[in-house]
């Protein structure tokens, strides 16, 4: 098996020293990286088509590293078999792949959180071109051979560390996403018996491409403020990508499923690109060092979440923060909407930081805060950042704000988020 040494950002955690080099580990992991990539995009696995053996044999492969790096089964070889109906009406049989690291904390190892990325993809298919029928093959690189080196990455540096991990982890396989996230289905309402216990979703589907168009992002479904603030908090340590948060959903995926079930989810991916579902999504035009710094996030987050004691995905302790487009009434301040605010409150009391004058900083700040129920401002975060001296005011004079008058739904007083702009802007001379 391909032996690789780890160079994770462990500052979450005090004392933990990972004492190699960092361009090695970044090499190594890089590689290996490619070459599971490599391997799941072959020829022989013909487009992992979903009941085919192209399919089986990436089970089998996945199978193979959990084993190796010694995840723990709780089915033969981690082999979660299920059928599917094919689109002809015929029975296809796949597979969810799952290996397990027990958590190290007595209590918090009963709870779960679950780490998944698809491997099956379209297979081969017949096609006009030309005039003329010809069998393709869609290798599916970036969908989703990309989700899947990571999560095999991570499965193999937690399996080697399981002392960082207070909670226990399951990684999953998930087969026959292509048809309609069965594998997931399957996992979540017939396979495992603790699903009640896993407090966390993570989904790892297209994070291959890079460049403005395809920027590495968190999705977590719906807002959700514990979420964004571990999401945020993770992004702030060195050596990591940072992801761009977003609170809603981006495409349909196997975190769905888990979601539903009202399990906290996020969507890790770099997007959809014109090679989406065509024969083009080859293994070669992955950013792979780009790949390693975003699976340096994720398995940070992974560990801030696993060690996390105050979280909890009881539904009953996750508060739906809305929007104010989905309320009745929306809140108002003194006399007025969020544009009053901004006139009467942020950009009377804002002060431009004389540092950043003197410096020629200008731009616009996006701030996210807010308004609970009671009216108060709280949770002010950046989400559009210019510089830190201007981030720190935007902040300050929006955390300041009196209170609003709440906004409603049914005659309910809600928690309701609201972005606003916060402009420093020079004057010319």
Same mark, same amino acid.
């Given at each position: 098996?391909?032996?690789?040494?780890?160079?994770?950002?462990?500052?979450?955690?005090?004392?933990?020293?990972?004492?190699?080099?960092?361009?090695?580990?970044?090499?190594?992991?890089?590689?290996?990286?490619?070459?599971?990539?490599?391997?799941?995009?072959?020829?022989?696995?013909?487009?992992?088509?979903?009941?085919?053996?192209?399919?089986?044999?990436?089970?089998?492969? *996945?199978?193979?590293?959990?084993?190796?790096?010694?995840?723990?089964?709780?089915?033969?070889?981690? &082999?979660?078999?299920?059928?599917?109906?094919?689109?002809?009406?015929?029975?296809?049989?796949?597979?969810?792949?799952?290996?397990? &690291?027990?958590?190290?904390? #007595?209590?918090?190892?009963?709870?779960?959180?679950?780490?998944?990325?698809? =491997?099956?993809?379209?297979?081969?298919?017949?096609?006009?071109?030309?005039? !003329?029928?010809?069998?393709?093959?869609?290798?599916?690189?970036?969908?989703?051979?990309?989700?899947?080196?990571?999560?095999?990455?991570?499965?193999?540096?937690?399996?080697?560390?399981?002392?960082?991990?207070?909670?226990?982890?399951?990684?999953?396989?998930?087969?026959?996403?292509?048809?309609?996230?069965?594998?997931? $289905?399957?996992? &979540?309402?017939?396979?495992?018996?603790?699903?009640?216990?896993?407090?966390?979703?993570?989904?790892?589907?297209?994070?291959?491409? +890079?460049?403005?168009?395809?920027?590495?992002?968190?999705?977590?479904?719906?807002?959700?403020?514990?979420?964004?603030?571990?999401?945020?908090?993770?992004?702030?340590?060195?050596?990591?990508?940072?992801?761009?948060?977003?609170?809603?959903?981006?495409?349909? +995926?196997?975190?769905? *499923?888990?979601?539903?079930?009202?399990?906290?989810?996020?969507?890790?991916? +770099?997007?959809?690109?014109?090679?989406?579902?065509?024969?083009?999504?080859?293994?070669?035009?992955?950013?792979?060092?780009?790949?390693?710094?975003?699976?340096? =996030?994720?398995?940070?987050?992974?560990?801030?979440?696993?060690?996390?004691?105050? $979280? %909890?995905?009881?539904?009953?302790?996750?508060?739906?923060?809305?929007?104010?487009?989905?309320?009745?009434?929306?809140?108002?301040?003194?006399?007025?909407?969020?544009?009053?605010?901004?006139?009467? $409150?942020?950009?009377?009391?804002?002060? =431009?930081?004389?540092?950043? *004058?003197? !410096?020629?900083?200008?731009?616009?700040?996006?701030?996210?805060?807010?308004?609970?129920?009671?009216?108060?401002? %709280?949770?002010?975060?950046?989400?559009?950042?210019?510089?830190?001296?201007?981030?720190?005011?935007?902040?300050?004079?929006?955390?300041?704000? #009196?209170? $609003?008058?709440?906004?409603? *739904?049914?005659?309910?007083?809600?928690?309701?988020?609201?972005? &606003?702009?916060?402009?420093?802007?020079?004057?010319?001379?």
């Amino acid at each position: 098996m391909f032996k690789r040494i780890f160079l994770y950002h462990s500052a979450l955690f005090a004392g933990l020293l990972l004492v190699f080099s960092p361009l090695r580990a970044q090499v190594s992991q890089e590689a290996a990286l490619r070459e599971h990539v490599r391997i799941l995009t072959a020829d022989s696995l013909m487009g992992r088509g979903v009941g085919t053996q192209g399919e089986k044999r990436a089970a089998a492969y *996945i199978s193979h590293c959990f084993e190796s790096y010694g995840l723990e089964f709780i089915y033969p070889k981690g &082999v979660q078999d299920f059928s599917v109906i094919g689109p002809r009406g015929d029975t296809l049989s796949s597979q969810n792949i799952v290996g397990i &690291v027990v958590g190290s904390d #007595p209590k918090l190892k009963e709870e779960y959180i679950v780490i998944g990325a698809h =491997y099956d993809h379209l297979g081969m298919r017949n096609i006009t071109i030309n005039g !003329r029928d010809s069998l393709v093959l869609y290798p599916g690189g970036d969908d989703n051979a990309s989700g899947l080196a990571m999560l095999l990455d991570m499965a193999q540096a937690a399996a080697n560390q399981p002392y960082l991990f207070k909670r226990s982890l399951v990684f999953v396989a998930f087969g026959a996403e292509e048809m309609g996230m069965i594998g997931a $289905w399957y996992f &979540v309402n017939r396979a495992f018996s603790a699903i009640n216990q896993v407090v966390l979703m993570i989904n790892l589907d297209m994070l291959g491409r +890079s460049g403005a168009g395809n920027p590495f992002s968190a999705y977590t479904v719906e807002p959700h403020g514990g979420l964004s603030y571990a999401l945020q908090y993770v992004a702030e340590l060195p050596l990591t990508a940072q992801p761009k948060i977003i609170s809603t959903d981006y495409f349909s +995926s196997d975190h769905k *499923i888990f979601f539903a079930k009202k399990i906290p989810s996020v969507l890790f991916t +770099s997007g959809i690109h014109t090679d989406y579902h065509t024969p083009r999504d080859k293994y070669n035009l992955l950013d792979y060092n780009e790949m390693t710094r975003r699976v340096t =996030y994720i398995f940070s987050f992974l560990q801030h979440m696993a060690n996390d004691e105050s $979280w %909890n995905r009881d539904i009953g302790s996750v508060e739906t923060v809305y929007t104010m487009s989905s309320v009745d009434k929306p809140p108002t301040f003194q006399r007025g909407d969020d544009r009053y605010f901004l006139k009467q $409150w942020v950009n009377k009391y804002v002060k =431009y930081p004389k540092s950043a *004058i003197d !410096r020629g900083i200008q731009g616009t700040v996006l701030v996210q805060f807010v308004i609970e129920a009671n009216g108060e401002v %709280n949770r002010v975060e950046v989400i559009e950042s210019v510089d830190p001296l201007l981030d720190h005011e935007a902040v300050r004079v929006i955390s300041a704000s #009196p209170k $609003w008058k709440p906004g409603s *739904i049914n005659g309910k007083n809600v928690p309701i988020r609201c972005v &606003v702009p916060v402009y420093f802007m020079l004057k010319r001379r």
